[in-house]
């Protein structure tokens, strides 16, 4: 079965600052991956989302991300963080007949930027 | 587009209790998925409905748990009784289905459930 790990349960950055948040998953093939937001009293939002190709992957917002196999991660980045970034940011893997079509999802970061 | 919509928002409930919450997918959507979200831990799938047949239960509590889609839209999530570990957010969403291996799934605002 997939899992999701998100090391980080809280991260503080100023705004400005870069920022980056880890993730790391467990799956028997080729990964679905996947980034959401969830800002308080919201649903989820998909930030961005990995299936093939390019390891890189450029998202909504600014973000970014990095599938490392051979590491199991694929951590999301952004170069300078706006104080409206804060929020709950969950990783994901889907599996499943249709790739993303069912969900694990990591425990959370929760990011707070201090201005 | 509307987008996922759950009522109620919010519910406070006493333990041994029953509650039920509603979800409207978006337009045309054919699969629609429960979630549950505890305080601190990412959503946990509870069902998924393609049109109004089950695909996936097997995280659902049946002893307490219910859910239906009667005639492929709406969806009902219920719980009787109600116990105080079932404190936590119920996330509703949707995806269409389409030709491809991937169809996003778009969530709604969520119930927050409290059993005191």
């Known amino acids: 079965a997939q899992s999701v790990t998100q090391p980080d349960i809280h991260i503080t950055v100023s705004e400005g600052a870069s920022l980056e948040l880890r993730c790391n998953y467990s799956?028997?093939?080729?990964?679905?991956l996947f980034w959401y937001v969830q800002s308080p009293g919201q649903g989820l939002q998909l930030l961005l989302k990995y299936f093939s190709g390019d390891t890189l992957v450029q998202g909504i917002k600014g973000f970014e991300a990095e599938f490392k196999r051979s590491q199991s991660s694929f951590n999301l980045r952004k170069p300078s963080v706006h104080w409206s970034d804060a929020a709950e940011y969950f990783c994901a893997v889907g599996a499943g007949t249709g790739g993303g079509n069912k969900l694990t999802f990591g425990t959370g970061t929760q990011l707070k930027v201090e201005l | 587009e509307a987008g996922v919509a759950q009522s109620p928002r919010y519910k406070i409930i006493e333990k041994r209790q029953s509650v039920a919450f509603w979800c409207n997918p978006i337009s045309g959507h054919a699969t629609l998925y429960w979630y549950q979200q505890i305080l601190g831990q990412g959503p946990k799938l509870l069902i998924q409905?393609?049109?109004?047949?089950?695909?996936?239960d097997s995280q659902l509590p049946k002893d307490r748990f219910s859910a239906e889609r009667l005639k492929g839209v709406d969806s009902t999530l219920k719980i009787q009784p109600a116990k105080l570990e079932d404190s936590a957010v119920y996330l509703c969403a949707s995806s269409s289905t389409g030709a491809g291996n991937y169809n996003e799934q778009f969530f709604g605002p969520g119930t927050r459930l409290t059993v005191l």
């Open positions: 409905f393609q049109n109004n047949g089950v695909v996936d």
């Open positions: 799956y028997g093939a080729t990964p679905y």
